[in-house]
């Protein structure tokens, strides 16, 4: 039996997901921060750091991710 997709398709799908869920993440503090106005400083102070590290995730991921030229790609994720 053989897998129903490549093991570098599998990979690019991981990866992809990964991406969406941390920027996910970050927007969802972002409608956070935005409800909270001038409130608890703390908490603001917070969840713009947390904003700060997953925003640098997602941009590392998804160099990763964009890191192969395009024929690479293709070759990559074809089934044989």
Do not use: C, N
Request: charged letters at 40%; a positive charge.
């Amino acid at each position: 039996l053989q897998p129903a997709a490549p093991r570098g398709v599998v990979k690019l799908v991981q990866r992809a997901d990964a991406v969406a869920e941390t920027l996910g993440d970050d927007h969802d503090l972002a409608m956070l921060r935005r409800r909270l106005g001038h409130a608890d400083r703390e908490l603001i102070a917070w969840t713009d750091r947390r904003r700060r590290k997953l925003q640098k995730r997602a941009l590392k991921d998804a160099r990763q991710l964009y890191r192969r030229k395009p024929k690479e790609f293709i070759r990559k994720s074809e089934f044989s």
